[in-house]
């Protein structure tokens, strides 16, 4: 197979795996630090015969996405803290009613308009719980340049799939941090398409109750009549406020990852097959870790990482597993305190939970975390 190998920065790569994956629309709005995927989407799409779109603020950019994506483009915006807080009116209404759409959020410090040439790790917790109410989403972390190319990939695929808005999540060290990594040239593209409505159904339901829990997608021209609301709506997509019909279509809404989840969830473990130290961590930091536990195995320590690539919905079953005789969890991140909010579920009276933050602009470098591991022991 034709493949090449490329130095790219992280920001260019998502850009990069987005078009490879098949996106044919941008819209967006410069903000450091992911300027640059705006910046080379304008280069590559016309190549394409793909468009990009500056719109006048994030808001409007997350709306012109989903107009393209109900249109029946591939479609993706990307933003940083400030921006990322004014898309979540639109990100909850591509949750309701389930558009396909890819969000790139290249952390920064905050809050308000905080560092934004510092790295963060503090949208963790927005990222899923930034819209109001109860809604799915998706939200990949991933903690290399080559890693970020491919879960670009995988969050359209993801997307298209299920019907849900995909964030690829990662901080402004992997934005701009510059590898070298092999891309596979002849990788086809839009290899993963959305359910498509058969033009030949008959009382056509927008949101049916279908068994894998994604209900088959119309676009303009198929010939249905669809309405669209971000009222809480029925089968037929028209508003509703019966209790029955709306606990049945709020449940398959919320159901719908669950089904899926051998295909969402995806993480690392390096070295937890005897560890009784478990760092967990995303992101640069997890590169951090990674360093941290070669150091520590080479002094005789059972130390091991495991780094959620999908982190929401968190892949607890895969982490769970690796719990039996493990007396601390360590969870460094660039934040006050928010990865750990979830990872303190699984612990118990045996197993200590040690925090490791960060809130300076600084990344949390290996030496950091292998003092701590030296403390616990």
């Not at 997890?286 to 990482?305: C, D, P, T, W, Y």
Request: glycine share 8%.
């Amino acid at each position: 197979m034709a493949k090449v190998i490329q130095s790219l920065q992280g920001n260019h790569a998502c850009a990069l795996g987005a078009i490879a994956a098949g996106c044919r629309f941008y819209a967006g709005y410069p903000i450091t630090p992911s300027s640059e995927i705006a910046e080379r989407m304008a280069l590559e799409l016309p190549k394409v015969d793909g468009y990009f779109i500056q719109m006048e603020d994030e808001l409007a950019s997350m709306g012109a996405v989903l107009g393209a994506s109900m249109g029946g483009t591939k479609a993706m915006t990307a933003t940083s803290g400030p921006g990322f807080s004014l898309k979540q009116e639109n990100l909850g209404y591509a949750s309701a009613v389930e558009i396909p759409c890819v969000v790139a959020n290249v952390m920064r410090g905050g809050p308000s308009t905080g560092m934004p040439t510092r790295p963060a790790q503090a949208d963790i917790m927005q990222a899923r719980w930034g819209s109001h109410g109860d809604h799915p989403v998706i939200v990949l972390t991933p903690d290399s340049v080559k890693e970020i190319h491919d879960q670009t990939i995988r969050a359209f695929d993801l997307a298209e799939s299920l019907r849900v808005p995909v964030v690829v999540l990662f901080d402004e060290v992997l934005g701009h941090l510059q590898e070298t990594f092999e891309i596979d040239l002849e990788k086809k593209e839009n290899n993963v398409q959305r359910k498509k409505a058969s033009k030949r159904t008959k009382n056509y339901q927008p949101y049916a109750i279908t068994k894998d829990g994604v209900p088959p997608m119309s676009s303009p021209g198929d010939g249905h009549r669809s309405h669209t609301t971000g009222l809480t709506h029925a089968e037929s997509g028209f508003p509703t406020q019966d209790p029955v019909v709306v606990d049945r279509n709020m449940m398959r809404l919320l159901g719908k990852l669950e089904k899926h989840r051998e295909k969402i969830d995806a993480w690392e473990e390096v070295e937890c097959s005897d560890a009784e130290v478990l760092i967990v961590s995303i992101g640069i930091t997890a590169r951090s870790a990674k360093s941290a536990v070669r150091n520590a195995r080479r002094q005789g320590h059972k130390v091991g990482l495991f780094r959620p690539i999908t982190l929401w919905p968190f892949p607890e079953t895969a982490l769970k597993k690796l719990l039996d005789g493990v007396h601390t969890l360590i969870v460094p991140e660039m934040n006050a305190g928010q990865l750990v909010l979830e990872i303190e579920r699984f612990c118990n009276e045996s197993i200590e939970l040690k925090r490791l933050n960060r809130i300076d602009g600084e990344a949390i470098a290996p030496g950091d975390i292998l003092k701590l591991i030296h403390q616990v022991l």
